[in-house]
């Protein structure tokens, strides 16, 4: 699970279960005794916890990349540009257009 948190999350209790030779109850009580109280509540603390654990504090200062790259500043901005690029589409892959609508129609209208 630690290392591919998006297939485990997507699997159910007895997938889980059967991937590691326990009972559906063994994975239950693990999931209890986390303090989550049922698998999925669980597969979502998992997901959370795996892309916080991902995105970690990097210091930029003008000699770490991007910055410390040899070559002009037309192909740093590229870099910059694809990076940006590379994030707002990871981003997007996240998102559940279902969920935004349904938290959207949560808000109280201004």
Do not use: H
């Not at 485990?8 to 030779?21: K, P, Q, R």
């Amino acid at each position: 699970m630690k290392n591919q948190p998006w297939k485990a999350a997507g699997m159910t209790l007895g997938d889980i279960a059967a991937e590691v030779f326990v009972s559906p109850a063994t994975v239950l009580r693990v999931v209890r005794k986390c303090g989550y109280d049922s698998w999925r509540a669980f597969a979502a603390g998992l997901l959370l916890y795996s892309e916080s654990a991902r995105q970690q504090l990097v210091s930029v200062n003008m000699l770490s990349r991007p910055f410390g790259m040899p070559g002009s500043s037309a192909a740093i901005v590229s870099s910059i540009k694809s990076l940006f690029e590379q994030t707002v589409q990871e981003a997007a892959a996240m998102l559940s257009l279902e969920d935004l609508e349904r938290v959207a129609g949560l808000l109280p209208v201004a």
